[in-house]
């Protein structure tokens, strides 16, 4: 259980273009979903919180109208990356909380997506 | 302020040995969750362990344990019988009680296992 897809696995754009990235709970509905971004050899960087039915809570330096957060359902959240540059490259990942007890404290992971703007 | 260190930013270890990998973490907090996160190549993150803060006894799954030690706050992994497929990017983490799953993130330690 606990399954969490991302979609796509890669992506490459021009600058300037829009690129939408989907993550999807599976097999469970979760309330509260988080995007991270990560560099090579590097720790995941939370980007935001998102949260069903209610705006995306950002971190500190994220720019909130270059990462538009959406989750709309209780299985889905999207991060579209608007007018993307080449310093936007990078991996992105999502998770979603578990759905109860113990699992609401544990965050499962998609399997990222390679974004690529050339 | 919360923070999380892995002091071992690579180790390596013989196929079928034993290997322990460190973590510290700084929080004032009573009440939360501490995880072992795996990374292999393919980047996908993988559940290794979980532990409560509230229980005394080590958490184990298969080959992988841990060794809780609240007062110093100290959660080190350890891997029996190492695998090749046990090479991965490995990451310490805790999250609070009921606060939303937020995680709090080591650096990494790169496992390398050889033949």
């Known amino acids: 259980g606990a399954v969490v897809s991302q979609h796509p696995s890669r992506v490459i754009c021009k600058s300037g273009t829009s690129v939408k990235i989907e993550c999807r709970s599976l097999?469970?509905?979760?309330?509260?979903m988080f995007w991270y971004r990560q560099f090579p050899k590097q720790s995941l960087m939370l980007m935001a919180t998102?949260?069903?039915?209610?705006?995306?809570?950002?971190e500190q330096g994220v720019e909130k109208d270059k990462f538009l957060i959406n989750h709309a359902s209780l299985t889905l959240s999207t991060l579209t990356v608007t007018s993307a540059h080449p310093e936007d490259s990078s991996f992105y990942i999502c998770?979603?909380?578990?759905?109860?007890?113990?699992?609401?404290?544990?965050?499962?992971f998609g399997p990222g997506t390679r974004l690529t703007v050339l | 302020a919360q923070t999380v260190t892995q002091s071992q930013p690579e180790m390596s270890v013989q196929e079928a040995e034993t290997v322990t990998l460190s973590c510290t973490y700084d929080?004032?907090?009573?009440?939360?969750?501490l995880f072992w996160y795996k990374q292999p190549p393919s980047r996908q993150m993988i559940l290794v362990i979980r532990?409560?803060?509230?229980?005394?006894q080590n958490a184990t799954e298969n080959r992988f344990s841990v060794n809780f030690q609240k007062a110093a706050k100290s959660f080190s992994l350890k891997i029996s019988d190492s695998q090749l497929g046990d090479t991965a990017m490995y990451f310490c983490?805790?999250?609070?009680?009921?606060?939303?799953?937020?995680?709090?993130f080591g650096q990494g330690t790169e496992l390398s296992v050889k033949p």
């Open positions: 998770s979603a909380r578990g759905p109860r007890g113990v699992d609401a404290d544990t965050q499962y």
């Open positions: 097999d469970f509905q979760a309330t509260t």
């Open positions: 998102s949260n069903e039915g209610s705006k995306a809570t950002y």
């Open positions: 929080t004032s907090e009573n009440n939360y969750y």
């Open positions: 532990q409560e803060a509230y229980k005394q």
């Open positions: 983490a805790f999250a609070f009680y009921n606060q939303g799953g937020k995680l709090i």
